[in-house]
């Protein structure tokens, strides 16, 4: 299994970045698929995620901001994110979870400057 972030780098408050997430070595159309983001000295914190044909699930932090979504025929899930802030610095981490099984990318850096 391997999945691969991309995207991630430094924008200015109030700007915007697109996260993308390419899956392999799984049946990417049954996994529910999400974001997770950890800061410096926090723990991670799931950001987003969600299932085929379903609505996403969000952090409150985010929603209204935010937007996960997936594309089942390429395998990749991205997470549109607007309005940023610097309090959503952190690494982002794509994440597939089926039942007990869960899988982690390698996580991509995102910097917000005030």
């Known amino acids: 299994v391997q999945l691969v972030e991309s995207g991630g780098g430094l924008v200015q408050a109030g700007g915007s970045l697109r996260l993308s997430c390419a899956a392999s070595g799984i049946i990417f159309r049954i996994y529910t698929m999400g974001w997770y983001r950890q800061a410096p000295g926090k723990q991670r914190e799931l950001v987003a995620d969600?299932?085929?044909?379903?609505?996403?699930n969000y952090a409150d932090v985010v929603k209204g901001r935010f937007t996960i979504s997936r594309d089942n025929a390429k395998n990749m899930v991205y997470l549109q994110m607007n309005s940023l802030k610097p309090e959503d610095t952190a690494v982002y981490y794509c994440?597939?979870?089926?039942?007990?099984?869960?899988?982690w990318g390698q996580g991509t850096q995102v910097t917000v400057s005030s």
């Open positions: 994440n597939a979870k089926l039942g007990p099984a869960s899988y």
């Open positions: 969600g299932n085929s044909g379903g609505d996403g």
